[in-house]
């Protein structure tokens, strides 16, 4: 019987958007790197999934999609398609143009066309340990750790100096997060973000279905939520 482990659909098109700097960047060092088995149907080239997007707890979209376009070694890149919900496009408009100005009208033509439409590709390691990264040197950037303790800490320094700091939140001890019809247990990790207008990001996991959900947090307090 065939292994299964959810990756989270959506994951690229509402980070890379609002998050567009921190994802152009490249680490220069890693203290965490996961291994593990990839042996995945989600990991296999043309596999597909979709997901939904909340904000503020209110469901705006439920149309982006992942395909697996290459699998090298367990290292799979993942293009992701889809369009930018209208409830979004303002606020990705006006925080762009606030805070990134000519940066942001640099790279968002590469990844998002004039009519909010996203078509980007990214190289990830989603395994049996967790869910990471991988930049263009082949260096990992571990979100995800299943085995992670609550209070586990790890970080990574970017180009430009300033260290990305992860922390383990949380760790369930019983079947407590909604994850469709059921309760699984999961593990949340923060994400330090030292972008203007972000305050963190949450990623959350389980060992069995993958990564399950990202919360993103703006600085104006808007939550926005991508479920799988």
């Known amino acids: 019987m065939k292994k299964s482990k959810l990756l989270l659909g959506f994951i690229l098109p509402i980070v890379f958007v609002s998050l567009l700097v921190i994802s152009c960047k490249k680490d220069k060092q890693e203290n965490v790197t996961i291994g593990g088995d990839t042996d995945y149907a989600e990991n296999k080239v043309g596999a597909k999934s979709t997901g939904s997007i909340y904000m503020n707890g209110t469901s705006v979209s439920n149309q982006v999609q992942t395909t697996v376009v290459e699998n090298s070694s367990g290292i799979v890149s993942v293009q992701f398609t889809g369009k930018i919900p209208s409830q979004y496009t303002s606020l990705i408009e006006n925080f762009g143009n606030k805070y990134y100005k000519d940066r942001y009208t640099q790279y968002k033509p590469k990844y998002v066309d004039a009519n909010g439409n996203v078509n980007v590709t990214i190289k990830l390691i989603n395994s049996s340990e967790g869910v990471a990264y991988v ?12 085995d992670a303790n609550v209070g586990d800490k790890w970080s990574y320094t970017k180009k430009n100096g300033h260290d990305v700091n992860f922390e383990v939140k949380q760790k369930s001890t019983t079947d407590d997060y909604a994850y469709g019809f059921m309760n699984i247990k999961v593990v949340k990790i923060e994400q330090t973000v030292d972008e203007l207008g972000f305050t963190k990001i949450v990623y959350i996991g389980n060992h ?3 990564l399950v959900g990202i919360e993103i947090n703006v600085e104006d307090g808007t939550v926005v939520k991508l479920v799988r």
């Open 135 to 146: 930049n263009s040197t082949g260096k990992q950037f571990v979100v995800m750790k299943y």
């Open 208 to 210: 069995k279905f993958g």
